[in-house]
């Protein structure tokens, strides 16, 4: 499976991140949200997608 490695390949992006409240679908900000994450997102939006799939290994 090949995808850029940008974050809106990511598949944390289906859910809304706690860290910083961007929506589902949505990149993540930063400096209260006047700058995209184009590249990566929180760890915390990782994790929380995680948290939400029964069948992922962390
Ligand atoms: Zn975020």
Do not use: Y
Not at 9 to 20: D, E, Y
Not at 21 to 42: E, N, Q, Y
């Amino acid at each position: 499976m090949t995808a850029p490695d940008t974050a809106q390949s990511m598949p944390a992006l289906t859910v809304a991140c706690p860290a910083c409240g961007s929506p589902p679908g949505s990149l993540c900000t930063s400096h209260g949200g006047t700058r995209l994450r184009r590249s990566d997102v929180h760890q915390a939006r990782t994790k929380a997608f995680k948290a939400q799939q029964p069948t992922a290994t962390a």
